[in-house]
């Protein structure tokens, strides 16, 4: 890990200090994520039924090893995507994603963001898209974790050059989204606004760096 954080740092160049920071406080989030939830969005969490979740792909290292490095997506779809990446697996497996729970939990969360005042504008570094990335993955997390299943959902963050415009999101340097895994397709979701498409008619795909699932 500490070699991995060190060639990162510097392919990002930001300071190392900084990265392993960053990983701390999103490692403390997952973390507390896990209590007891208290508050009422967390109670209207969309659940996983069970029935659908077993019948879905379990997505390995050498799972993403070959559509990654044969620049594939699902059902084998091209894309452009860079066979050089940076593709960190914080598990060993992952489910992959019911669409219509995908849908559910997207409306779901648009309405946390808007009762909470969560939402993307005016933001400040306090809040700005490495957080909305950050809050989706960890919150699809919890939605696994109430439903009582075992195996983390393939969904993952995703670090690319801007650019171009997509999700409501103007041109800019590196830029922070979501990538889900889904059982018709895979999805880059872009959490500020909710807006999804999938990864092989993303605009920027060519531009992805990392990739953290």
């Known amino acids: 890990m500490n070699i991995y954080a060190k060639r990162l740092a510097k392919k990002l160049k930001i300071p190392l200090l900084g990265l392993l920071f960053y990983a701390l406080c999103y490692a403390t989030f997952l973390l507390t994520a896990c209590r007891e939830a208290k508050f009422e969005e967390m109670k209207s969490m969309p659940m996983i039924e069970e029935s659908q979740y077993s019948s879905y792909k379990v997505y390995t290292r050498q799972d993403f090893g ?11 779809v091209q894309t452009k995507v860079p066979k050089n990446i940076q593709f960190l697996m914080l598990d060993g497996s992952f489910r992959e994603v ?24 005016d933001q400040k570094e306090n809040l700005d898209c490495d957080n909305f990335a950050m809050l989706y993955k960890s919150f699809m997390s919890v939605a696994n974790y109430k439903s009582n299943l075992d195996q983390e959902p393939a969904v993952a963050l995703v670090i690319v050059e801007q650019k171009h415009s997509f999700g409501g999101v103007p041109t800019g340097p590196l830029h922070m989204l979501n990538l889900v895994f889904a059982s018709n397709g895979w999805y880059i979701f872009e959490p500020q606004t909710g807006e999804y498409i999938e990864l092989h008619k993303y605009p920027n795909q060519e531009y992805i760096r990392i990739i953290i699932i």
């Open 98 to 121: 019911d669409y219509f729970f995908f849908r559910k939990f997207n409306n779901w969360f648009k309405r946390v963001k808007f009762e909470n005042g969560i939402m993307a504008i």
């Open 66 to 76: 070959y559509y990654f490095n044969y620049q594939k997506s699902f059902n084998s």
